[in-house]
Nanobody, 117 residues
Framework: QVQLVESGGGLVQAGGSLRLSCAAS????????MGWYRQAPGKQRELVAT???????NYADSVKGRFTISRDNAKNTVNLQMNSLKPEDTAVYYC???????????WGQGTQVTVSS
């Protein structure tokens, strides 16, 4: 059984910074990809940033240059440093673990990020 536990998030003014963290526990096989997705009210869940166990990263265009994803493979943790936050970054952020073999997809419970203008 794999469990993802998120921390961080909260309320911040536009231009501020927040850091999200996620720790995975259980049977975690590599290769895998860990990352963050977000869902704003009335919108579909969208990719924010991911990082594979091999080091490859992927960012949404809307966060490039502002957000940085990092991970520790040994500890199975992934972090998202969010700078220069904008009101449109307001959403529930979900941690994701995508295992290649066996194919498994896991989600955290979500953490709210609210950016006030």
């Amino acid at each position: 059984q794999v469990q993802l536990v998120e921390s961080g998030g909260g309320l911040v003014q536009a231009g501020g910074s927040l850091r999200l963290s996620c720790a995975a526990s259980g049977s975690i096989f590599r290769p895998n990809t860990m990352g963050w997705y977000r869902q704003a009210p009335g919108k579909q869940r969208e990719l924010v940033a991911t990082r594979s166990s091999g080091g490859a990263t992927n960012y949404a265009d809307s966060v490039k240059g502002r957000f940085t994803i990092s991970r520790d493979n040994a500890k199975n943790t992934v972090n998202l440093q969010m700078n220069s936050l904008k009101p449109e970054d307001t959403a529930v952020y979900y941690c994701n673990l995508d295992i290649v073999l066996p194919k498994r997809d896991y989600w955290g419970q979500g953490t709210q990020v609210t950016v006030s203008s």
